[in-house]
């Protein structure tokens, strides 16, 4: 993850889907609080990503490459930036392997994506690596058991680990909050 301070300041957005519609209208709702670069394709995204891109907002389903290689050849590179899918594909139990911290399905509203930002911006103020993975935990908790696509999810044992992962954080958490005071 970049510096805080750049977080702070102006983050820099990297706004990436096919339909370049959304791509523009997701780009104007987020500029001005936000250095904002454009993408509309999978190609374009890895042109534009590098060290200065603080989050991308990453449609799941394109034509050259897929969201899910995006993210994977942005991880490959060693960048940090938070990354939310925003997609038509309905979550399911994959997204507890994606290494993303947040996941939203189409159609999204301007107030949903400006709060999906903000709460990463607040975040990044206080991460360090299991804060940062507790959110993303959580965040893919929550999207699992709002999905309609996905039954019993509770039931599942990718959701289990996803339980058992974010028991051992907030504790590991707890003590390391216990141990400051």
């Known amino acids: 993850m970049q510096s805080n301070d750049c977080m702070e300041s102006q983050p820099t957005i990297l706004v990436v889907d096919d ?36 989050i991308v907002l990453l449609d799941r389903q394109m034509p050259d490459f ?17 990354v939310i899918m925003i997609t038509a594909v309905d979550p399911g139990l994959d997204i507890v392997e994606l290494d993303i911290d947040d996941y939203i399905t189409k159609p999204v509203s301007r107030s949903t994506l400006i709060r999906l930002v903000e709460n990463l911006r607040v975040q990044s103020r ?3 690596t299991n804060r940062r993975e ?6 893919k908790m929550e999207t699992l058991e709002d999905a309609d ?6 039931d599942s044992e990718a959701y289990r680990e996803l339980e ?6 907030s504790d590991s958490l707890v003590e390391e909050f216990d141990g400051n005071e």
């Open 19 to 54: 339909e370049r519609e959304l791509t523009d209208l997701y780009a104007t709702w987020v500029d001005g609080e936000y250095a904002v670069r454009t993408a509309y394709n999978g190609t374009q995204a890895l042109e534009q990503a590098d060290e200065a891109v603080d």
């Open 149 to 154: 696509s996905v039954d019993d999810v509770r």
């Open 134 to 139: 507790l959110t993303s935990i959580s965040n």
């Open 126 to 128: 206080y991460t360090d």
């Open 164 to 169: 058992t992962d974010l028991k051992k954080l």
């Open 66 to 82: 897929t969201g899910d290689e995006v993210l994977e050849r942005i991880r490959q590179r060693g960048l940090e930036c938070w």
